[in-house]
């Protein structure tokens, strides 16, 4: 892990760092059923090589930074599949070493260096709601309290904190007291950087109906918070909402939402259309509102980060909207 903040060089020497968007839907363009409790998970022990190269996808097409396959991998969830649980640990470390290698072969041709830092590898560090492959990670509706959550978290914590990974992702997170347990597993882990990005009902509050002023204030105190903000969320709440998490800090803002469309838990389907020429606009808007990490979640593409990538870049920050 690293001794300094990973975000710091791109936010020099570019403004903003450019984050990737949804891997699932990759995966699943690509031919896989991700239907079951592992979601794409499963496919770290069946396809490991198509998960690398959907990473590599997203380096080539402009992130700066792309996040492991292990949102949905826990040792109870492998477990529970049939696995041993040493085989569950090698496959969360897996996760991130599929993410190291598919940098490092972006990084190793010539061409791709030019006007690019050496691209970051972030660990997910998933809610405990996608575990219980429930839709209690837009909900916040659990059975376990911060200790319990914090139980939950901690062994899988260890195995993504290794040396592979440059920054760890506690994503979608839509239940404050897990944010505290996560925070509490930061704060005993030297040396180890996290972002915390919340799954949100609308423009102010996080899934469980918390203020996410109050969620992002609590975080700030804090040394290795590298970032705060939102993901999954539709695009029409990230504007008041990065207002929200801007009124109480100047900590960078992380913002990746997902395509817009509609997720129906029972039908385990979304519902709705994708466009990836609009969410390039709308990131230059997020910048301009005060945003320093962008990329997309759930139904964007590579083509959202590179639309990403293209408008930040061509047009300088506007300074209101």
């Given at each position: ?23 699932a839907?990759?995966?699943?363009q ?5 239907n ?8 770290l ?5 198509v ?22 991998a ?26 190291a ?15 690019r ?7 997910s ?17 659990y ?88 993901n999954?969320?539709?695009p ?84 209101s909207?």
């Amino acid at each position: 892990m690293a001794t300094m903040n990973p975000i710091t060089p791109f936010l020099q020497q570019q403004g903003m760092l450019v984050l990737d968007g949804g891997l699932a839907t990759e995966l699943e363009q690509r031919g896989h059923d991700l239907n079951g409790a592992l979601w794409s998970a499963r496919l770290l022990a069946e396809a490991p090589d198509v998960i690398r190269q959907v990473h590599l996808d997203y380096y080539r097409a402009g992130a700066d930074c792309c996040i492991s396959a292990s949102y949905q991998a826990t040792i109870s969830g492998f477990v529970q599949w049939g696995m041993s649980a040493e085989a569950a640990r090698e496959l969360i470390a897996r996760s991130v070493r599929l993410v190291a290698e598919a940098r490092d072969a972006f990084w190793a041709v010539e061409q791709n260096r030019v006007g690019r830092l050496r691209p970051i590898v972030a660990a997910s560090v998933g809610p405990y709601g996608a575990y219980l492959a429930d839709g209690s990670e837009y909900s916040g509706a659990y059975d376990l309290d911060e200790n319990g959550l914090l139980d939950f978290h901690a062994e899988r914590w260890g195995i993504l904190a290794g040396d592979e990974a440059d920054i760890l992702a506690c994503e979608t997170i839509p239940s404050f007291a897990e944010a505290r347990a996560l925070l509490r597993l930061l704060d005993d882990t030297p040396d180890v950087y996290a972002w915390f990005s919340f799954s949100c009902r609308d423009g102010r509050h996080i899934s469980d109906g918390a203020p996410i002023a109050e969620c992002a204030a609590l975080l700030t105190g804090h040394e290795r918070v590298a970032a705060i903000g939102i993901n999954c969320t539709p695009p029409r709440f990230i504007p008041e909402l990065i207002r929200a998490v801007r009124s109480v800090t100047t900590r960078p803002v992380i913002v990746y939402p997902n395509s817009g469309e509609t997720y129906d838990p029972i039908e385990k389907r979304w519902l709705g259309q994708s466009v990836p020429t609009e969410f390039g606009t709308l990131g230059y808007q997020w910048h301009a509102l005060g945003a320093d990490l962008i990329g997309g979640c759930c139904r964007t593409t590579p083509e959202h980060v590179h639309q990403i990538r293209d408008r930040v870049q061509k047009h300088p920050p506007i300074n209101s909207l």
